[in-house]
């Protein structure tokens, strides 16, 4: 028993640190400028208390089948975490979102992290209260009773702080974003409406490409677009290549510029496919694929409403969307390469990022 106990405590070590990673993120970096940014933080500490609880009295089961049970019921919270925290690390730090909750796809893996977390510990408190050698029935329901009870207080707590939150940012004046209109309809199109591009755009792209957890190379593109007039340039640093590439537009001249040389005049049709943003629209997010878009709900990004939506794409429609991937790939063969593919529909209809 006292070895069942140890490999326990070691999991409930796990989802403690877990849970305080996942609230020192929130802590530390949500800053949207609302009047309970802090107290968001606060709430999300709650699930440490619960995870802790497992710590102190570990939820040790005699049974062959129930010990196991308890451990995978540890690793599914785990497993739920992990990439819900790598979740908010994007969400917060990549794509500037400054909504926690925007929709149920985004809020059930952490309630079921919550709710698994709080039945690993509620089984520990009841057999603490109830003496290990209790009915197991007793100790059961008293177990489901607690987590029941955690995971309703922690997880509306922290939801209704959140929401609160995020309402007072909403209802903040805004005079302008960079990304889209800040007034008009009060919720932004459906992901497979009608989509377009603004008429002007400031480009901005980085790619990362690795080869079994070993990264091969990065790309960092910066550029404006116009219209159809546009200027980018890409600095490549990896295993094939070290350099910096340019494409650009100017009414009836193009330019290219590779590692190594100057800008280049060459002929606008070289480059008029080049524009990024557009071309990502016409390859990526067509209406047949955005048919299927999973809908992400609703955020706001630095004072602008935009719906999140997720496409699934392929190798070759990522190719075809970005070419500049094969500066870091070159030809090789992508068309078994899946995932997914992010996209925001502001106000106005069109695409923000």
């Given at each position: 028993?006292?070895v069942?106990?140890?490999?326990?405590?070691?999991?409930?070590?796990?989802?403690?640190v877990?849970?305080?990673?996942?609230?020192?993120l929130?802590?530390l970096?949500y800053?949207?400028?609302?009047?309970?940014d802090v107290?968001?933080?606060?709430?999300a500490?709650l699930?440490i208390?619960?995870a802790?609880?497992?710590?102190?009295?570990?939820?040790?089961?005699?049974?062959?089948?129930?010990?196991?049970a308890?451990v995978?019921?540890?690793i599914?919270a785990?497993l739920c975490?992990v990439?819900?925290i790598?979740g908010?690390?994007?969400q917060?730090l990549?794509f500037?979102?400054?909504?926690?909750?925007?929709?149920?796809?985004?809020?059930?893996?952490?309630l079921?992290a919550?709710?698994a977390?709080?039945?690993?510990?509620?089984?520990?408190?009841?057999?603490?209260?109830?003496?290990?050698?209790?009915?197991?029935?007793?100790?059961?329901?008293l177990?489901?009773?607690?987590a029941?009870a955690a995971t309703?207080?922690?997880?509306l707590?922290?939801?209704?702080?959140?929401?609160?939150n995020d309402?007072?940012?909403r209802?903040?004046?805004v005079t302008d974003s960079?990304f889209?209109?800040?007034?008009g309809a009060?919720?932004p199109?459906p992901?497979?409406?009608?989509l377009?591009?603004?008429a002007?755009?400031r480009l901005?792209?980085e790619?990362?490409?690795?080869?079994?957890?070993r990264?091969?190379g990065q790309?960092?593109l910066?550029?404006?677009?116009?219209?159809?007039?546009?200027r980018?340039?890409t600095f490549?640093a990896?295993?094939r290549e070290?350099?910096?590439?340019?494409?650009?537009r100017?009414g009836?001249t193009g330019?290219?510029?590779?590692?190594?040389?100057s800008?280049l005049?060459?002929?606008?049709?070289?480059?008029?496919?080049?524009?990024?943003?557009?071309?990502?629209?016409?390859a990526?997010?067509t209406p047949?694929?955005?048919?299927t878009a999973e809908d992400?709900?609703?955020e706001?990004i630095?004072?602008a409403?935009a719906?999140?939506c997720?496409?699934?794409v392929?190798?070759d429609i990522?190719?075809?969307?970005?070419?500049?991937?094969?500066?870091?790939?070159?030809?090789a063969d992508l068309?078994r390469?899946r995932?997914q593919?992010?996209y925001?529909?502001?106000?106005d209809?069109?695409?923000g990022?």
């Amino acid at each position: 028993m006292r070895v069942r106990a140890f490999e326990l405590r070691l999991l409930a070590t796990a989802l403690v640190v877990c849970w305080t990673i996942a609230a020192g993120l929130i802590l530390l970096a949500y800053r949207p400028g609302g009047p309970f940014d802090v107290l968001v933080g606060l709430t999300a500490m709650l699930p440490i208390v619960i995870a802790l609880a497992a710590v102190v009295w570990p939820p040790v089961a005699r049974g062959d089948v129930a010990f196991p049970a308890i451990v995978w019921l540890g690793i599914l919270a785990i497993l739920c975490l992990v990439p819900s925290i790598t979740g908010v690390v994007t969400q917060l730090l990549v794509f500037g979102s400054r909504t926690l909750l925007p929709s149920l796809e985004a809020i059930y893996p952490w309630l079921l992290a919550l709710l698994a977390t709080s039945l690993f510990s509620g089984f520990g408190v009841a057999r603490r209260l109830h003496g290990g050698t209790s009915m197991r029935r007793r100790r059961l329901l008293l177990g489901t009773a607690l987590a029941a009870a955690a995971t309703a207080i922690s997880g509306l707590a922290f939801a209704a702080v959140a929401v609160t939150n995020d309402i007072a940012i909403r209802d903040m004046p805004v005079t302008d974003s960079r990304f889209g209109p800040v007034v008009g309809a009060d919720e932004p199109p459906p992901c497979d409406e009608t989509l377009t591009a603004g008429a002007n755009a400031r480009l901005h792209l980085e790619m990362a490409a690795s080869v079994d957890f070993r990264s091969i190379g990065q790309a960092d593109l910066t550029g404006l677009r116009v219209g159809d007039d546009f200027r980018w340039l890409t600095f490549v640093a990896g295993d094939r290549e070290i350099g910096r590439y340019g494409k650009a537009r100017i009414g009836d001249t193009g330019w290219i510029a590779f590692p190594g040389t100057s800008w280049l005049k060459v002929s606008p049709s070289t480059v008029a496919a080049d524009t990024v943003d557009i071309r990502a629209l016409n390859a990526a997010l067509t209406p047949g694929i955005r048919a299927t878009a999973e809908d992400r709900g609703v955020e706001v990004i630095e004072g602008a409403r935009a719906r999140r939506c997720r496409v699934s794409v392929d190798g070759d429609i990522f190719r075809e969307a970005f070419p500049e991937i094969s500066s870091l790939v070159g030809d090789a063969d992508l068309h078994r390469w899946r995932s997914q593919l992010d996209y925001w529909v502001f106000l106005d209809g069109q695409l923000g990022q």
